[in-house]
């Protein structure tokens, strides 16, 4: 299995990405030039946190012009996987490839610390290492988090089991105290309807080290490795 | 009283770096709008306020202008003329 | 040399004109010795440029060559972009601390972001790859809607600009002190890593090399902004606001992708950051410094706005440019990588035989100086330096004599005011709106007592720290630049890191005062000798004069950037109690002193008495007992005991970390001989907390380094509270108070006062 990491200009987390695929599990990653029109024969890709044209005007809103989106779009059209993560979530919420949007914080202020997160589906590709009511503690680094859907794409989202992740406390309660930008629900990440996207604003490449704090976020890259759902 | 609305403008000053303003007209430009020459970015805001006459709504708003809604480092304001709304005290 | 005519248009050479350029009569003079003529607009517009305090350190230098700045790690020390120190495998690290005072007192967002971005370009023209960025704040107290401004406006302008181009912010300090009021300090320090193979110097070298301008474009941002950072504060400085620069961090990040590109490429030979005084200074400094002359075209560099003229090329201080060396024929391809990254390149200029450094607009000569003349025939001062009878008087109080508060007659009180002063409290809610984690490297984040981060494909870790209490060097500056040094070492030791150099940014008044040149002088003397009792080698740093606002100026503040080095992660520990059980030592000794304390200015609103003393070869003992007991495995924790003394030290072992909170049970009998409140509140130097599960073994080390050390308690559960027993009394307060107390003051200040840009009448006597 191969691992892309696409590269925007303003992309910050894409050497996060690739160590994580490279050094944690141990698997061929190459980084992909948003100029390109390739994807260099990659399994999964991986659109990267960071600040994609430094997130002017809305994030993700010109990254996902980019002429390498149009093969990622492709990509996900064949059913194949992409991990958004961060920026790449915003990215991939204004492709198209998720629902919603990604609004500023309701502290308006940037927030960066670790989290915990209760695991909401534990049979997609990406998260079938994990169970039901696990809770993760993996760092957030963003401005724009709250996620926001129309009320009908969120009782979807919920009815079809598409949440990935929600804030809680260590205790795997939801509530306001946890949800630490404002998202309806307290959603953390989704997976489209197809089920092989996932865009989620938690950093799950930088939780696969005992050495620098969490390994939580290992359990994403070990179900993409496995390759079958349960 | 009426309630007026007073419609403000706020752009990068002259002269005064707009980075996002640069970024969205070179995505513009890669997107084939070649004729762009210059963007600047800034923020539209409307206020209501309730006032004596349309000069008074103007003049408060201005002053709002000054003191918080811009930044005079770096920003310039234009107010639009006022239009009257429903609803003011009276 | 060539006829060098004045431009249309430039206005005539008056002494108003040249007393306008910051210059003085015989300084005029100099530069008409040097030239054999009166000089022209341009020529006027680069020398006071360049001759300012800010670039030409003019007052400092002849005191900071004082510094011991050799070292067996010291790869380049002072005079390049920043300093580089070995740290083993290979592996070197560039840093430097800069500040940006000025522009952040008038404008807060843009002028912290524009600081972050010159100190990042400033390490990665060294090859350098940026992995840490810290921060050393001051402001005045946040009683004040405009000090909450200037606070959360500096805040946010640090981690906007940090995040976006996506290095960690990891560590800093963080201090309110009314005599900061109306004079802010923002110092920024930027870490890089590289191989030793790869460093590069900002040295123009090969005659015919062309010289390009890469990056964005030059439009009229801060012009002089670099003679605005020598003036003092005052009114007139409002009506300059126009000055200040804006950020582009997104810029700025591909100009780091494309600049560590173009230095792996080979085809360039030497590359600086276009910082204060933009491309004169750039210019001249690399001619300087490679003995050859340069000639440069304005005419070519690539501007935002019509009709500059060569006087706003030169001295623009628009942010995000660089200046670069390339090899002969190879321009083409730097070109090329800049393209990639979607920025331009243009030649500008190039290295020539001539000795002189002349700048043309087209075909006409506007500017030329002989050899490196600009920069070597700069003047240099010795003024007076006499200690400040205030300062005198105030070091002199009796602070002992000090009458309690009613409300001291329970420390508990006291313990919970100063865990709320805003000083000492969590400054979580400022770290938390900087990205600390990315590029996974960080094992210690912001809140212990340094950062540490790892250093992938090696076993090793480095540990960052800034540190000064200007309370300390305001009362005696030899003592408090001691204190500087040695408490930022002893905090990246308690991290298990040997400190291996330092950076600093001087931050002091106007220098031609003889009491403030002697609070610099002496600081400077202090910092000598603890960092040569230490042997932390000085790698570089700045100098900030002139931090005065029309009140009075500001605490003389040395920042000291600290870089230790862990040999192995194993070593790695932190600064909060690890396990219920484990036993407290206190390593180091209590002292009757309170001068300067924090206890004092909280509880007192007194800045007096002498600093607490510091005993450099104890200070070293201290640091090599703790690394020997670290590295014996028998440290479960460490915390240097410094803000608040040692009764807030324990409270922060048991409650810092929200996460994973504890009780303690304390006594301290041991020195019931002394007042209760300098046991309990003292700043004593020379101490750390230890929490241990062998505290026999760390009994031994100590004993061995000659170094005092007791067991003073014992890690409880959370529930058990903290409980300390001194002076026959017995203080007890439950560990989520105690952390209610240190976790929300600042959010509470925050979240509910009002913020205001506006400049309220000053009240009060300033020191």
Redesign the interface.
Known sequence: MKFGVVTFPGSNGDYDACHAAADAIGRECVYLWHKDHDLKGCDVIVLPGGFSYGDYLRPGAIARFSPIMNEVVVHAKRGAPVLAICNGFQVACEAGLLPGALLRNASLRFVSRLVTMRVENDSSMFTHEYYKGQILSVPVAHGDGRYTADPDVVARLEGEGRVAFRYSSTGGDVSDEDNINGSVNGIAGIINAAGNVLGMMPHPERAVDPVIGSTDGLGVFHSLLDGVTA | MQLYRVPVQIIP?P??????G???A??LR??GFDTIADIR?GRFITVDVNAASAADATSAVRSMCE??LA????EDFVLEEPTLQQGGQS | MSEVLPRPGDPEITAALVREHGLTESEFERICNMLGRTPTFTELGIVSALWNEHCSYKHSRNTLRTLPTEGAAVIQGPGENAGVVAIGDGVAIAFKIESHNHPSAIEPYQGAATGVGGILRDVFTMGARPIAMLNSLRFGSLDSARNRYLFAGVVKGIGDYGNSVGVPTVAGEIVFDSAYDGNPLVNAMCVGMLREDELIRAKAEGVGNPILCVGARTGRDGIHGASFASEDLSEASEAKRPRVQVGDPFTEKLLLEASLELIRSGHIVAIQDMGAAGLTSSSAEMAARGDVGVTIDTSRVPVREAGMTPYEILLSESQERMLVVALEGHEQQVREILFKWDLTAEVIGKVIQEPVYRVTEGDRIVAEFPGSALVTECPRYDVPAEEGREAIARRSIDVAATKELAAESDPTWTLLQLLAAPTIASKRWAYQQYDSTVRTNTVIGPGGDAAVLRVRGTDRAIALKTDCNGRYVTLDPRVGGRIAVVESARNVACTGARPLAITNCLNFGNPTRPEIFFQFKEAVAGIREACIALDTPVTGGNVSFYNESPTGSVHPTPVIGMLGVIDSLEHITRSTFRNAGDVIVLLGDCTDEIGGSEYLATIHGAIGGAPPACDLDHERDLIATLLEAIRAGVVASAHDCSDGGLAIAVAECIMADPGKMFGADIDLGAWDSLSLRAVLFGEAQGRVVISSGEADRVLEIAARNGVPARVIGTVTELAEGLTIRAGGRVLKIGTEQAAAAYHEAIPRIMDAAPQSAAIEETEGVKV
């Open positions: 000053r002269g005064i770096l707009d980075p996002q640069a970024a969205v070179g995505a890669s997107l970015v003191k918080l930044n005079p480092v770096i």
